[in-house]
Structures are given as C-alpha cells and as structure tokens.
Nanobody, 123 residues
C-alpha cells in the first residue's frame, strides 16, 4: 500500500478545501478508509471514515455538518470535503486504510498510513 494525501493548503476561516487520498499501486476498494488529523502539540484525532462500498460513514463531532467523506472505487480515491473551515481545523491530515470493510475511529485499526497534507486555516 502506498497512500498519498493531497489537497491541503492555506485557507481563510469559512473557506473550503477538498483533500484526496489515493494509492497508485494497489486498490483499497475492499477496505474501509479514514482520515485523521494531528495539530502541533496535540494527539492524533479521528476525523471521518467510510466503508468499502461507501454505504456507511462516520464523522467526528468536531467536524460533523462541515466535513464530508466520499469515495470513488473506480478511481481508487477517497476524498474529504471540508467546508466552513475554522482555525482549530489547522492540522496535518492523513488518510489510513483498514484491513476491514467497515471502519472505526481507532487509529490502531488502520495499519496502512500515507504521508499527510498540511491544512492551515487563518482567522
């Protein structure tokens, strides 16, 4: 598994970004995928997860109603649409793949991780 996250950047509060996670070498269409984030000086935090078919999603309370996770198995990508961004959303965002079809909020359930992408929200 060789995951790569992209789409991060600098945005003003209230703005939007769309992150994308892709594995160019192997499909993860049978696996749940999640996004986590880690801000400086803080522990890694669950953001959202999506099941292998996309029929089940879960988002953290901190981002509910603002972030949406989706996937396109034909393209082997999982996206995170982030709207109404806040300064407290500033973090490095990483995608992770589970061995299971349905995901969880526990980072220990995801053995495969990609390099993160920096999201910075200015006030």
């Amino acid at each position: 598994v060789q995951l790569q996250a992209s789409g991060g950047g600098l945005v003003q509060a209230g703005g939007s970004l769309r992150l994308s996670c892709k594995d160019s070498r192997r499909t993860f269409s049978n696996n749940a995928v999640a996004w986590f984030r880690q801000a400086p000086g803080k522990e890694r935090e669950f953001v959202a997860t999506i099941s292998w078919r996309g029929d089940s999603t879960s988002t953290a309370d901190a981002v509910k109603g603002r972030f949406t996770i989706s996937r396109d198995n034909a393209k082997n990508t999982v996206d995170l649409q982030m709207n109404s961004l806040k300064p407290e959303d500033t973090a490095v965002y990483s995608c992770a793949v589970s061995r299971r079809s349905y995901g969880s909020s526990r980072s220990s359930d995801y053995p495969y991780w990609g390099q993160g992408t920096q999201v910075t929200v200015s006030s």
